[in-house]
């Protein structure tokens, strides 16, 4: 069963002067097995709405249902719903304490019960999904280990509670561009081999074009857009999105910079790979025999050897 939000507010510091509302009737469905990325501007709810989908605030207003069971229920098993929503916060190796790397990792599963043995073996597979091996660094201490690491062992100690959902709000922040690739191609393989249902939060639009199947736009609390990633963040959307502060991915803005310079590449395009092949294609169709003077320079050739609009020396 899927997690559903319907019409969820929430306001910090409520029937105070500083009241600060954060979500105003947001409502979204994750389902079982999908790869939503939530994207926003600053102070659009993101984080607020990350915390309501484990529990960690509680509607109402709003219902939040996690496989069907009301998040919001006072006499509800938010432990139940914790089990199946992990929660990575940003800087998630900040959430590390255990004196070792194993205590660390099982100390999810002692706490729902398991006996020392079961939450070792709990440990072990956890560690082994995020790629560390058990052995080499279950007696470390967590705090020797470089910070790639440590943030894979604070994600470790999630997946040990077994959970269905995995919810991370901002989960490549402070890494550098090899460590965002590391990370976002081992939450691919999880998503793809463990059929866990992830939930992206993040400001990268290109994490979001490359993984998501499915993108949400929150701005001021609520969701501004939703939908495949072609559609909320094609050539139609692109002004509402600048408009909110966000960007457009890199391989939009260079198709609609083709676009302006005469080119007729498809307004969806907004992945790399999409965007390298409807390049191919469309410089072949223009390279094609019978291609008039009109339609303009060989798109091949380099940008600084193309005449100049006055048809003079492009150096001059």
Known sequence: MPIVVKDLHYTYNAGTPWAVPA?????????????????????AGKSTLAQHLNGLLRPPPGTVWVD???????????????????L??????????????????????????????????????????????????KDRS?????????RRVALAG??????????????????????????????????REQGLAVVLITHHLEDVVRLAQKVVVLAQGR??????????????RRPQLRALGLDVPVAA?????????GWQLPGHVVREEEAVAAIVQAAAARRAPGRGAAEGPDPAAPWGS??????????A
């Open 142 to 150: 967590p705090f020797s280990l470089s910070g790639g690491q440590q």
């Open 68 to 86: 069907g069971q009301d998040v919001g229920a006072r006499e509800g098993d938010l432990l139940a719903v914790r089990r199946r929503v992990g």
């Open 23 to 43: 979500l105003r009737g947001v409502s979204l469905t994750v389902g079982d097995g999908e790869f939503v990325g939530v994207i926003g501007p600053m102070g």
């Open 158 to 191: 999630v997946l040990a509670m077994g959970p269905r959902y995995l919810i991370l709000d901002e989960p490549t922040a402070g890494l550098d561009p090899a460590g965002r690739r590391e990370l976002l191609g081992l939450l691919a393989r999880l998503h």
């Open 253 to 261: 803005r260079l198709v609609d910079e083709l676009n302006r310079r």
């Open 223 to 236: 969701v501004a857009m939703a939908g495949p990633p072609a559609a909320v963040l094609g050539a139609a």
């Open 88 to 137: 990575v916060f940003q800087f998630p190796e900040r959430q590390l304490f255990a004196e070792t790397v194993a205590a660390d990792v099982a100390f999810g599963p002692r706490n729902l019960g398991l006996a020392p043995d079961a939450a070792a073996e709990r440990a072990r597979v956890a560690l082994g999904m995020v790629g560390l091996d058990y052995e080499a660094l």
């Open 306 to 315: 193309r005449p100049a609009a006055g048809g003079g020396d492009p150096g």
